[in-house]
């Protein structure tokens, strides 16, 4: 299991990043909005309680699952010590699972951050962003009210690294992730098909052989003698 935190700043292009990421890895993406936004429908406003439960949930569930991994979006104010708390409380959801965990920290200029606010693809999955005006004078006022850019140095994980993304495509922005934490896609077949492939192993006739194994007759070419040779089939396959 592995879990990337995907962090930065407001309209910075972390649930873009993470969507072009997910088409090249076998990753699922959780980004923050995927609970805001059903919340604010149901409660008619922001809930903070019911998000964070609902989240748990998934957290819990994903965690024990056999997905080769999430992708957490999260906006991360490095001076306030309950983000950091928040951070190693979900790192424990996942940690009794042998998880690896990735940091990637997106930057990018105020400027060009206002100009990702109205993107298309932005107000498409977040609807409560969709009142331009008060979503400004939100990025904004995080922006002066907390600080959601690491200083050098203080991220004290492994597999971290940090980039500027303010004139880099979400896709090449992608890319650079995948290969720089290594990250892999098993889906390389059209879907509904399926690769399975067979392991051989060769059993000494001494020790006996499984009645689903495949008898065969010696051969010259065989490392060691075997007067009545079998071998083992074992079957695997990869998924998409």
Not at 6 to 11: E, F, Q, V
Not at 83 to 93: A, L, R
Not at 178 to 185: A, H, N, Q, R, V
Request: charge should be negative; include cysteine.
């Amino acid at each position: 299991m592995k879990l990337l935190f995907l962090i930065g700043n407001g309209a910075v292009g972390k649930m873009t990043v993470g969507q072009e990421l997910m088409k090249i890895t076998d990753l699922r993406l959780f980004h923050n909005h995927m609970t805001i936004e059903p919340v604010i429908e149901i409660f008619g406003h922001f809930h903070p309680p019911a998000i964070e439960r609902v989240r748990e949930v998934i957290f819990e569930e994903f965690a024990k699952s056999d997905n080769y991994g999430m992708i957490f979006t999260y906006m991360w104010a490095f001076d306030q010590q309950s983000d950091w708390d928040y951070v190693e409380h979900v790192k424990s959801i996942f940690a009794p699972y042998s998880t690896e965990f990735y940091y990637l920290e997106l930057v990018a200029s105020h400027e060009v951050r206002l100009e990702r606010n109205a993107t298309e693809n932005r107000l498409k999955h977040k609807a409560s962003k969709r009142d331009l005006d008060f979503s400004n004078q939100r990025l904004v006022s995080d922006d002066a009210n907390y600080r959601i850019e690491s200083l050098d140095g203080e991220i004290p994980f492994e597999n971290y690294i940090k980039i500027d993304n303010t004139d880099l495509p979400p896709d090449e922005v992608a890319k650079m992730i995948k290969e720089s934490f290594g990250l892999l896609i098993f889906r390389a077949f059209p879907q509904g098909k399926a690769l399975i492939f067979f392991i051989f192993t060769a059993l000494r006739p001494d020790r006996g052989a499984p009645s689903h194994t495949l008898p065969r007759e010696p051969s010259p070419l065989d490392p060691f003698p075997l007067r009545a040779g079998y071998f083992r089939c074992h079957t695997s396959s990869l998924y998409w």
